[in-house]
């Protein structure tokens, strides 16, 4: 049997996560049957990951966290003067 066409990044993730039309991921799982080395160590190296990804999703940070990044991540007064004077200049 030959190897049909790889599929791309965003595919094998979607397949490894359950995600996708029931056709290509019918077509996708031909495609590891017939062999395909590349694409197979591809989505093991997926599956390794996909628990840790799953966990990770469900991770709440502590609400003080959030509150000093938010407080990092305000933009400066003088941040924002210099933006709007930029801004100025691009639109006139
Ligand atoms: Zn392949």
Same mark, same amino acid.
């Given at each position: 049997m030959t190897i049909s066409r790889h599929y791309d990044v965003p595919a094998w993730t979607d397949f490894v996560r359950?995600?996708?039309?029931?056709?290509?991921?019918? !077509?996708?799982?031909?495609?590891?049957s017939a062999g395909c080395a @590349?694409?197979?160590?591809? *989505?093991a190296t997926l599956q390794r990951f996909a628990p840790i990804a799953a966990?990770?999703?469900?991770?709440?940070?502590?609400?003080? !966290?959030v509150?000093?990044?938010?407080?990092?991540?305000?933009? @400066?007064?003088?941040?924002? *003067?210099?933006?709007?004077r930029v801004g100025a200049r691009v639109t006139s």
């Open positions: 359950g995600l996708g039309d029931a056709d290509q991921r019918s !077509a996708m799982q031909q495609h590891l @590349r694409c197979g160590e591809f *989505v966990t990770e999703a469900q991770y709440e940070p502590p609400e003080e !966290a509150r000093r990044a938010e407080a990092l991540f305000q933009p @400066r007064a003088s941040t924002a *003067v210099s933006r709007a």
